[in-house]
């Protein structure tokens, strides 16, 4: 009897000393999880004076503006809590450092500033082959750019006096496809070796004197679809000339789904007009009717982006034929939409000068603000990698931004002279974090 109940007493205290243990370890890991979120949120917290402590500092203080916004980057990069907000202030902090490296004072030009034409940029689409683009102006000018050599004089593919609406590329890359106000359809061939200054021989470009209100070529095809000022839906090519429809509305944008053999057009009267390949016609059903004026399919053939004059985006799903979601934060009319190559990110550029890049599925995420030009932004697109936003402007301009957090970060270091101070350190991020070189490769090289 008093063997059993002194085992019963063992295994009373046991079991009570397992238990006591189990709740102290369930106790240390929310000690543990709350310390590191403290941790976590203060980070964020100097990640965000940080950023905003570069974009203040004069530019003239190149070194404190690089290595407070390098810095920021560094604790952003480890950083464990969600980046909703900080990588918008992150990436505003290293552009700005890095926009006054390679700076002009003369040209007031900057690293990522491509100065050719004369007047505002209309448009600008990229090429099937690596780093090159092409770009029309109200100039009367088509240049054809090489990204890897953007110093390097670009060929002028065309000129006259004449405004360029839109420009669209052949699937083989070989033609352009030049929409006019008032001069019809130009088709131009890319495939010339004519320096700037030389004249573009008729045989290289083909005219369509009927005047279009929209014109884009149809996928894998050298045949285009256009919209005349009469409102007839025509499918044009080498003696081809064939009516297949008529529209009421005035036509502003159109987009072809090669999956689906549907096509879209944004009308001024806000409604989407969708005709299927036997020409029958639809719409899709989308909130208010505010003009649409761009319209992109995504490459997997899922989403359709539709940009409107009030200044939103509408994310339609093709396939469940239902708004995925509306995008809204700009002050003036969409000019320009165009998704990423992953199909994970939305670019939209806009009258109110700027361009903005969200993540379509992440609404939580703020986007990355892209506002350096000084007029209305009229075009932009991804590059194929899609790291890199090429953006035409009303102020004459073409930009380059990189879009590599990592690659602005590590050229600021290459231009950097020194790392922080410990006075630096202790006024810009505090004795809470142990000092570190905020460029590495400086202490290597001293």
Known sequence: MKVATTLLLICSFTFSTLAQTEIDQNQQHQIDSLSELVISLETTELIQSMSQRSILTPRYFKDRKSL???????????????????????????????????????????????????????????????????????????????????????????????????????????????????????????????????????????VDSENAQAAIFLPDQMNYLTVNKQGEIKIKGYELDSVKGKTDYEIRALAVDVEKSEIYAGTINGVVQVWNERFENSHLDIPETFAVNVLAVSTDHKLLAIGREKGDAIIWHLEDKRIVRIISGHQSAITAIDFSPDNERILTASRDGTVRVWDIFDSKKFPIVLDDHNDWVMTACFDHSGTKIITGSKDKTIRIFNLDFEWMADRLCNYITRNMTPEEWHDYVGHNFPYEDTCPNLSEKN
């Open 68 to 206: 407070t916004a390098r810095q920021a980057y560094n604790f952003w990069i480890r950083n464990t809590a969600s980046k909703f907000i900080s990588h918008l202030n992150v990436y505003s902090a290293l552009y700005n450092a890095n926009k006054y490296y390679e700076y002009d004072s003369l040209e007031n030009t900057f690293y990522n500033h491509i100065l050719e034409h004369d007047e505002m940029v209309t448009s600008i689409v990229y090429s099937t082959e690596p780093n090159i683009f092409y770009s029309a102006s109200s100039d009367g000018k088509i240049l054809k750019w090489d990204e890897s050599n953007i110093k390097k004089e670009p060929i002028q593919l065309y000129r006259d006096r004449i405004l360029y609406r839109s420009l669209d590329l052949s699937s083989d890359g070989k033609w352009l496809l030049a929409v006019t106000k008032e001069n019809g359809v130009l088709l131009i061939n890319t495939q010339t070796n004519k320096s700037k200054k030389s004249e573009v021989s008729v045989s290289q470009v083909s």
